[in-house]
């Protein structure tokens, strides 16, 4: 009896011990995220009883802020469209989004110092206040990226390559994050954007792309084929696998054949180099290079970028990979087909073509991980957090996201770039004075016209830039997305 009486003693302890363990672990472990998530219902009423911080560009710009408008506060955002995707909106309705999103936990000034802060000003009969926080993005280069899409689907991303700072990260169509309520009203609205801030798949994001879509966060959710942008990786993988040197001669002969299909070229380029290869964007050449390279290297070379292999359904729904995850600032990965690829389709890969799709903030990633010696570096948002009377509590600290390629490879892949500005189909994007890197590209899109592309960086001697551009149906990448981002690369770096 008394074996029994402490065998059910011992059954309890651990009973009892498990449940101290695993409300600890919701405490300590889980409590943060669930306390900001943006569809708890908790923080609408938390955010009645405090002035949400302010959201500050890097130099000092408002973005965000809390006013008083005849007895009612609201959220005010200065640069309205502008800045839409980047700063996401706080609805009552439909939740948080973007970087208000991300840091609720400090506008709030959630934390266990913002908790006893707001005992004492509760016990002070003070207004309890959130931190105030300052972005890494430069509001005037958002504003020209804003204005140089011009309404146009599309998005540009910006990156400082040195850091991974997001300089400017901008989708249009967008909306007024200050009536988001009205933007989302019907059903359509919803399907086409709150959604994609659940996890979807890439193939529900294609479809609506089909659509204006002005809630889906083009820079960080849109998936794209890339086109000739992708020989880039590519070409990063022959080099640093060393099966080609940039000097290997190739016979371009305006197409090539593989297992009966034909790829065609823009044209007969001739014999020529890696580097005449990527300045002519020749296709011959990189399709040839990616049957070199096999299967598992152009995998390996993509998945050095940060790209990921996904499973496909009969229909041709994209099953997994859907966002990266620990980074601040959620995006798409690229993707390619995880499955066996048949030779065919391993060529059009290698060009950028057939089941490869990526994101224009993954895009970005790749050029700024080129300018910085082949080391890429986290996307990241935040540069600080402050008290309301200026107490920085938090600075951003520059994280590794992927050792991509060598420094030498990282050389190679730059300098082509930089003579497809100089020579070659990027020319539109060069700079007087400042040495331009770039690759342009003209993605096919069954859905009608191809995307435009262009990715680069600058100045290439001492990179401070790297941008990625789409432009949806644009057509040539070479006349509409590399002037685009030639504006942008001139304004941050000489402001005119």
């Known amino acids: 009896m008394n074996d029994n009486i402490r065998k059910l003693g011992y059954f309890f302890i651990i009973i009892f011990s498990v449940l101290v363990l695993y409300l600890g672990y919701l405490n300590a472990v889980l409590g943060p995220e669930l306390a900001t998530n943006p569809y708890n219902r908790r923080l609408a009423a938390a955010e009645e009883a405090v002035f949400r911080g302010t959201i500050f560009d890097r130099h000092g710009m408002v973005l965000a802020e809390d006013r008083v408008v005849d007895g ?4 005010v955002y200065p640069r309205g469209q502008e800045t839409a995707h980047l700063l996401g909106f706080v609805s009552p309705r439909y939740g948080r989004a973007g970087a208000e999103s991300a840091f609720d936990r400090y506008l709030l000034a959630m934390d266990e110092a913002g908790r006893i802060q707001a005992f004492v000003d509760r016990a002070l009969g003070r207004q309890r206040r959130g931190y105030n926080i300052t972005l890494t993005v430069d509001g005037r280069l958002q504003g020209r990226a804003f204005n140089l ?37 019907t059903e359509d609205a ?26 889906l966060n083009r820079a960080t959710r849109g998936v794209y084929p890339p086109g000739s942008v992708f020989k880039i990786v590519t070409g990063a993988g022959a080099l640093e696998a060393e099966q080609k040197s940039s000097a290997v ?35 011959t050449y990189f399709a040839w290079l990616g049957l070199e390279l096999g299967e598992d290297g152009l995998k390996r070379a993509a998945r050095s970028f940060g790209f990921e292999l996904v499973e496909y359904d009969e229909s041709g729904r994209r099953e997994a990979g859907y966002p990266v995850a620990g980074t601040e600032v959620p995006f798409n990965p690229g993707t390619l087909p995880a499955g ?31 300018a910085n010696g082949g080391t890429v570096m986290k996307p990241v948002m935040l540069d600080r957090v402050a008290t309301s009377n200026g107490l920085v ?60 592309w262009f990715i ?40 005119a």
């Open 72 to 75: 009612t506060k609201i959220r």
């Open 149 to 185: 899409l011009a309404g146009r689907r599309g998005a540009v991303v910006a990156l400082d390559p040195r850091t991974g700072a997001v300089l400017s990260m901008v989708s249009s169509p967008s909306f007024d994050p200050a009536s988001v309520d009205a933007v989302v009203r």
């Open 190 to 215: 919803v399907q086409n954007g709150l959604k994609t801030e659940l996890k979807v798949t890439g193939y529900d994001i294609l479809k609506m792309q089909t659509g204006a879509a002005p809630l």
């Open 249 to 283: 001669l190739y016979d371009c002969k305006g197409n090539i054949t593989v297992e009966g299909f034909v790829l065609k070229d823009f044209g007969v380029h001739g014999r020529v180099s890696f580097n005449d290869a990527v300045a002519v964007s020749c296709n």
């Open 340 to 370: 066996k690829m048949p030779l065919p389709e391993l060529a059009s890969a290698a060009m950028g073509q057939g089941r490869v799709l990526v994101s224009p903030l993954q895009m970005a990633l790749v050029a700024a991980g080129v």
């Open 393 to 452: 509590i938090k600075r951003m600290s520059p994280e590794v996201f992927r050792a991509a390629v060598s420094p030498q490879t990282a050389r190679a892949l730059a300098g082509a770039m930089e003579e497809a500005v100089r020579r070659g189909t990027a020319s539109q994007a060069s700079l007087p004075g400042i040495r331009v890197a770039g690759k342009t590209g003209s993605a096919q899109n069954p859905g009608g016209q191809t995307h435009a």
């Open 456 to 495: 680069g960086f600058a100045p290439a001697d001492d990179p401070r830039i790297a941008v990625a551009v789409v432009v949806e149906n644009g057509g040539s990448g070479a006349s509409v997305a590399a002037p685009l981002a030639r504006e942008i690369m001139r304004e941050y770096l000489t402001g």
